[in-house]
């Protein structure tokens, strides 16, 4: 296949960079660099079977592909409120722009959307079924509702026009090449216990999440692009669903790391979800997916990559408020 993957230098785009590689596909990787960096990708540089595009999804691109993820946008909220008109363009522009472009040339798309389409839920776990509890004027909401558009724009642009689409609501992941310095618990933590900080723990610690490693849920977006059977097009929550509350994760990390972690408590902020875990009935058994990598194996692998001084540059000197 050849495969474009918007967002293709962050977090998560870069992985599935790696792996699409490894399997034998062609990738072309596009990004306007705000939050990802060259860096993620600068081992794959020279391949053959590799392309680097600097592009803005809000802007049309013309390529011939067979599949295209589209993962571009700001994922945490530091990067994703700095400028929330321009992440409500890049939800929304951006992926009308992908749609066009799957359409044109009748490729697949899959859209990376996330948890954060079911709010702060009123139903546990969420099911792909619950509608969700958002709101729509909050300062969470540039990046809640342009995805929760995004997921209407596939599902319209299928209906109407027939595009393959598929939609996979990603729950917090992590893993090595997360960007650091923002907000993003797993990595706020590393780093502070790294640099031998308090780690910052908002609320008292007992709000939960489910982390799931990077490897599992790019394992999870491969096998749904490679889905085909019933009901393709609908949305599969990926994620783990060992909840672990903010104390647990402190405590966990405390053993990877091999010493005890002071933490220091802030206010909670505006919005911020209390509880989440994903119900992946759905994934298990159209995808034949799981999570299999252990919260305390992920966090090693993740704690090794922030302790080399590369891992790390400062990633708040690039960012432009243009929309
Ligand atoms: N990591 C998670 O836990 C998680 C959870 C739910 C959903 N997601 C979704 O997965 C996708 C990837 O997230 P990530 O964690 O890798 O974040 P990331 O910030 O590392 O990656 C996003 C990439 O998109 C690029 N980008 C942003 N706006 C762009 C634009 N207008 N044009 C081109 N490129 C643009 C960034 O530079 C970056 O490289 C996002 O769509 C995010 O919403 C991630």
Redesign the pocket.
């Known amino acids: 296949m050849r495969v474009l993957i918007?967002?293709g230098?962050?977090?998560?785009?870069s992985h599935l960079c790696d792996r699409l590689l490894t399997d034998g596909h062609d990738v072309i990787a596009?990004?306007?660099?705000?939050?990802?960096g060259k860096r993620n990708v600068a081992h794959l540089l020279g391949r053959p079977d590799f392309e680097w595009i600097r592009?803005?999804?809000?802007n049309p691109l013309l390529v011939e592909v067979d599949w295209i993820f589209n993962?571009?946008?700001?994922?945490s909220p530091v990067?994703y409120q700095y400028n929330p008109v321009k992440t409500v363009k890049?939800s929304v522009l951006?992926t009308l722009n992908m749609l066009g472009l799957a359409k044109r040339v009748k490729a697949r798309i899959l859209q990376?959307s996330?948890?954060e389409v079911y709010g702060d839920p009123a139903v546990h776990p969420q099911p792909e079924t619950y509608w969700g509890n958002v709101n729509p004027i909050g300062p969470r909401s540039c990046y809640d509702e342009g995805?929760r558009v995004a997921e209407t724009l596939m599902t319209d642009y299928h209906r109407q026009n027939g595009v393959d689409v598929r939609i996979a609501r990603?729950?917090?992941?992590y893993g090595p090449r997360m960007?650091t310095g923002d907000g993003r618990v797993v990595s706020n933590f590393i780093v502070q216990a790294l640099d031998g900080r308090a780690l910052t723990v908002y609320g008292d610690g007992s709000q939960t999440r489910c982390f799931c490693y990077v490897d599992d849920l790019i394992d999870g977006l491969v096998r749904l692009m490679s889905y085909d059977g019933d009901n393709a097009a609908e949305p599969v929550n990926l994620g783990s669903t060992g909840e672990c509350s903010m104390n647990e994760l402190v405590q966990t990390l405390g053993r990877v790391m091999g010493r005890s972690l002071a933490v220091e408590h802030r206010p909670l902020p505006e919005n911020d979800p209390v509880r989440r875990r994903p119900d992946i009935t759905r994934a298990r058994e159209r995808l034949g997916w799981q999570p299999r990598v252990a919260l305390e194996e992920g966090l090693q692998q993740t704690v090794a990559y922030y302790q080399r001084p590369e891992s790390r540059p400062d990633t708040t000197q690039r960012r432009s408020r243009r929309s």
């Open positions: 918007t967002g230098a962050g977090f998560l785009g596009v990004d306007n660099l705000f939050t990802g592009h803005d999804v809000v993962l571009a946008c700001p994922a990067h890049t951006g990376a996330t948890s995805k990603i729950f917090n992941t960007a």
